[in-house]
């Protein structure tokens, strides 16, 4: 979910990889703050390959592309930590994600789920495009709590606090 001039959106990550080295490909027009993110969420996948499930020779066998589609459009800020790292175990795990799942939070190296900024936009912004259950940090939950009736209706939100707490519902049967 994204925070933009016009209000919030969402913003689709597509991850692929390929025969290489274990380099790690950014693309989508990002800022300092998203690569940044990105890095993160690679390095905290790899460091819990055990944990998620995930052959760790894949991380020296190929190369990753993380690509943020949406034209030429800057997107920077730090809240996507959390679907990178979605998107990098939906990558290696091959379960994709609910397309009506939509999540928010940045991530630190260790998994913890940091607050973010402009919640109500991104909140209206994922409704608008059909969103049906989105995960926000813990610390937010005040925020969500004085959001108005209309916007909550027909939301599920579950609120985490660790990463693992999002890949219990994505990724466990």
């Known amino acids: 979910m994204a925070y933009t001039t016009v209000g919030g959106d969402i913003l689709p990550i597509?991850?692929?990889n390929y025969d290489g080295e274990g380099k790690l490909l950014l693309t989508g027009s990002l800022g300092n703050v998203m690569q940044e993110s990105a890095q993160i969420a690679l390095s905290y996948v790899k460091t819990n390959a055990k944990k998620f499930d995930i052959d760790e020779k894949e991380f020296l066998e190929k190369d990753i592309h993380i690509h943020v589609p949406d034209g030429a459009?800057?997107?920077?800020?730090?809240?996507a930590g959390i679907a990178l790292v979605s998107a990098l175990i939906s990558l290696f795990k091959d379960i994709p994600v609910d397309s009506s799942i939509s999540m928010t939070g940045e991530i630190t190296l260790s998994g913890k789920v940091l607050p973010i900024g402009?919640?109500?936009e991104k909140v209206i912004g994922a409704k608008?495009?059909?969103i049906k259950t989105i995960f926000v940090p813990k610390k937010n939950?005040?925020?969500i709590e004085e959001l108005d009736k209309e916007v909550?209706?027909?939301?599920?939100?579950?609120?985490?606090?660790?990463y693992y707490d999002i890949f219990g519902h994505l990724f466990r049967s």
Not at 73 to 79: A, L, T, V, Y
Not at 152 to 162: A, Q, V
């Open 14 to 16: 597509e991850v692929t």
């Open 73 to 79: 459009i800057k997107k920077d800020g730090p809240s």
């Open 118 to 120: 402009g919640l109500r």
């Open 128 to 130: 608008r495009a059909g």
């Open 141 to 143: 939950k005040n925020d």
């Open 152 to 162: 909550k209706s027909d939301l599920k939100f579950i609120y985490i606090n660790d």
